[in-house]
């Protein structure tokens, strides 16, 4: 994909920060905020999207309405990584997973259904190839 010029300027991050607040923000909306007409916020981040700044438009999750009651971050020693990315990537209880310089070779978090559901989970990761797991139960997100 070419690259047209990635200058990135004080409205551009100015849109950036109200998308991440909530990228389902009208177009209208956008451009007020940001002292633009509407076919002038919507080109603006049409190029934000061509530029791979913005990549995808997602949602924010609230896990415990789904009854995913405990959140934790995992550090993982595996004796072999092949396949267990994909396999990662494929579950819906993992919220993130990045292989990370250091002792672990890998950091997993969950939202799962309780201790009983981590439990599950850490069952699994044994299964799919992890040698040790050390666990960190989120007590409260931050950001």
């Known amino acids: 994909m070419a690259r047209e010029n990635t200058a990135i300027d004080k ?3 100015e849109i ?12 209208q909306a956008l451009g007020e905020r940001v002292h633009l007409s509407a076919n002038a916020a919507a080109e603006r981040v049409r190029r934000l999207q061509r530029l791979g700044v913005i990549r995808r438009f997602t949602i924010d999750i609230d896990q415990e ?18 396949g267990i990315e994909q ?6 209880d993992v ?4 292989r990370v310089t250091g002792v672990p070779d890998v950091k997993v978090a969950v ?3 309780g201790t009983e559901g981590l ?10 190839g992890a040698r040790e797991t050390r666990t960190d139960v989120v007590l409260s997100p931050i950001v």
């Open 119 to 128: 439990d599950t989970f850490i069952a699994w990761l044994e299964e799919a």
């Open 65 to 82: 309405a789904l009854g995913l009651t405990l959140m934790a971050v995992i550090d993982v020693r595996i004796d072999h990584q092949q």
């Open 111 to 113: 939202a799962c259904a």
């Open 16 to 27: 950036l920060t109200l998308l991440r607040e909530d990228s389902r923000v009208s177009w």
């Open 95 to 98: 919220l993130w997973a990045a």
């Open 11 to 13: 409205i551009d991050r």
């Open 87 to 92: 396999r990662l990537r494929d579950r819906s």
